[in-house]
């Protein structure tokens, strides 16, 4: 093998990486699409297992938009799933700690200087 059998190799496998790349996202954004049916979903999948390339490119040109609005709307969920998970774990709100800190001093479990800290701590 020499340099140039190299260097196209390494070009080859580039572009093939790049159409694996560009294949997956259209497939992902084809099953995340609420709105296309099955039959559409099914018609995409044939042509582009027959014509892979034309088929990729009329679809970025036809569904690129909507695929770039797919992909944002998915983000965002993502996204507010991930806060309230983390207010979830992290506690309730501070005037619900504040109310368990007093039942537990109205019930004698803690101190009074222990329901102060709480107050600190959730006001914070």
Do not use: C
């Amino acid at each position: 093998m020499d340099f140039w059998d190299i260097i196209w190799f390494i070009v080859v496998s580039f572009f093939f990486i790049a159409y694996l790349m560009v294949m997956f996202s259209i497939l992902m954004d084809l099953f995340r699409d609420h709105e296309t049916s099955g039959w559409a979903k099914a018609i995409w999948v044939v042509f582009l297992l027959i014509f892979p390339f034309i088929t990729a490119l009329v679809y970025l040109v036809v569904r690129g938009k909507g695929m770039a609005e797919r992909r944002a709307a998915d983000t965002i969920q993502l996204k507010q799933a991930q806060d309230a998970y983390i207010r979830q774990v992290a506690g309730s709100d501070p005037t619900a700690q504040i109310a368990n800190g007093k039942k537990l001093l109205d019930d004698g479990a803690i101190t009074a200087e222990e329901f102060e800290q709480i107050k600190r701590t959730a006001l914070q």
